[in-house]
């Protein structure tokens, strides 16, 4: 396979990160499509884990290069400090890092305006306090700046000032660092992503090359929380689709395999409708075990059921060929697993919702289904077999454990 993109279908967190570090030493290039510093990707490097929230999850010791395309807004001090972070455990990783100029940047002002809007209001999102809706919106609102313009002091400058003028007639004081302090900063980092050998190229640039490499587009967040299709308006700020691939310079028609990651049970950070919930002992024993604490901000994710109406919405909306399920191994021991098979709206019971409205009003239908003790279990076959069956989708892997080597073909699961 030479193009293939992974895409979570629920509120994210699926095991994206895993998943792409499982693939990523057969591709070439490792992209990410989407999203900023919001995403948290744990991959383990020689047992030891590490969060990529920019960072595509590329090997530090690897070949692969790592691209991170125009649709993403970028914070580069958090990018500097994870290329330092795998510099040390791969020296020469940063060499294989390209930034595409196009790419929106986040400013201290933007997370400092994120901070704001979610503490104003008596309605919070929950976000993830990382600029990205501020970001997104400046960026649709034409304000703003792009990467290249780091490399023009006059556009900075002007850019800076103008983008300055506006949050402070918003916000007075509490948008701090003027647009001078921000202006040198910025041309510090610069200078710091150049010493560290990082590549600055647009997609074109790099056609050529592009044309005939292997490349794994690691997508962030997940279906539900896509800001078209999701949980509306408990979503991100941008979008969360495999398609999405197209507003980085890439083409949609040239992907072989578009993998949709799904755990074997849901969770969610953050507010917004979350109909399979589960609050009981049964949820605090699935987040010890699976430990569903938020790689980004620390806050436990809420728990609840696999919920197969919201997966089969998932992947009509993400084009998803074939589906990866992760976190297997947390259920095990767990004494009835319920999946929801239907939602109940106004009385009537559909398998998919028809819009993200129905997210607000769905009352799960569940099935029981027996847990297993191993993935060589009957019951575990069972249960993919079920899942299979109701969303129309092929599991082609499964994993089993945070590691990368956790994980089997479905092929091979008689050896788990
Ligand atoms: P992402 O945002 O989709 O990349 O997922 P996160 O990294 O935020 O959260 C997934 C968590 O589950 C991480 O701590 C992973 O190390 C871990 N993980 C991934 N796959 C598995 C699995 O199959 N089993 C277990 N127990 N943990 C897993
Ligand atoms: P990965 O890539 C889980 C959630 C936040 C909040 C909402 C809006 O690790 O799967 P934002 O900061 O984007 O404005 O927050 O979206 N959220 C995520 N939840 N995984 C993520 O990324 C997320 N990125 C954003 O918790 O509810
Ligand atoms: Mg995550």
Not at 230 to 256: N, R
């Amino acid at each position: 396979m030479k193009r293939i993109a992974i895409v979570g279908t629920q509120w994210g967190d699926e095991g994206k990160g895993k998943i792409a570090n499982y693939f990523s030493s057969h591709f070439d290039w490792v992209v990410r499509y989407s999203g900023g510093a919001n995403a948290g990707h744990t991959v383990y490097v020689d047992g030891i884990p590490y969060v990529n929230h920019l960072l595509p999850s590329v090997e530090p010791s690897g070949h692969s290069k790592a691209f991170l395309g125009s649709s993403m807004v970028l914070d580069l001090e958090q990018l500097i400090e994870e290329i330092k972070a795998m510099e040390r455990t791969g020296p020469g990783l940063a060499s294989r890092v390209y930034l595409d100029p196009e790419v929106f940047l986040v400013l201290p002002w933007h997370k400092q305006e994120d901070a704001l809007l979610e503490t104003r209001t008596d309605k919070p999102l929950g976000t993830t306090r990382r600029g990205i809706g501020p970001a997104y919106t400046d960026k649709v609102s034409r304000k703003g700046l792009k990467l290249y313009s780091l490399f023009d002091e006059q556009m900075l400058s002007e850019g800076l000032e103008r983008l300055y003028e506006e949050k402070r007639s918003r916000y007075g004081e509490d948008i701090t660092g003027g647009p001078v302090q921000t202006h040198e900063t910025l041309l510090e980092l610069r200078e710091e992503l150049i010493s560290l050998g990082v590549n600055f190229a647009t997609s074109l640039d790099l056609s050529e090359q592009l044309r005939n490499d292997s490349i794994l587009f690691e997508g962030a967040q997940g279906v539900l929380l896509d800001l078209d299709f999701g949980t509306y308006p408990y979503v991100t700020s941008s979008s969360c689709l495999a398609q999405v691939i197209a507003s980085s310079g890439f083409s949609v028609s040239e992907l072989d395999e578009v993998f949709g990651v799904v755990k074997a049970y849901a969770t969610r950070v953050g507010t917004g409708p979350f109909p399979t919930e589960e609050e009981g002992n049964v949820s605090s024993e699935i987040r010890e075990k699976g430990r569903e604490y938020g790689a980004t901000t620390g806050r436990p994710r809420r728990i609840g059921w696999l919920d197969l109406p919201a997966l089969r919405y998932a992947c009509e909306k993400s084009a998803i060929t074939s589906l990866i399920m992760t976190k297997v191994d947390v259920l095990v021991g767990i004494d009835e697993i319920k999946v929801c098979t239907g939602y109940r709206i106004n009385g009537r019971i559909s398998d998919i919702p028809a819009s993200s409205y129905d997210f607000f009003k769905a009352e799960p239908v569940y099935n029981s289904l027996p847990s297993w003790k191993s993935t060589g279990d009957t019951s575990f076959s069972r249960f993919l077999e079920f899942v299979e069956r109701t969303v129309g989708r092929r599991i082609a892997y499964i994993s089993h454990g945070p590691e990368t080597n956790q994980i089997l073909q479905r092929n091979e699961l008689s050896k788990g």
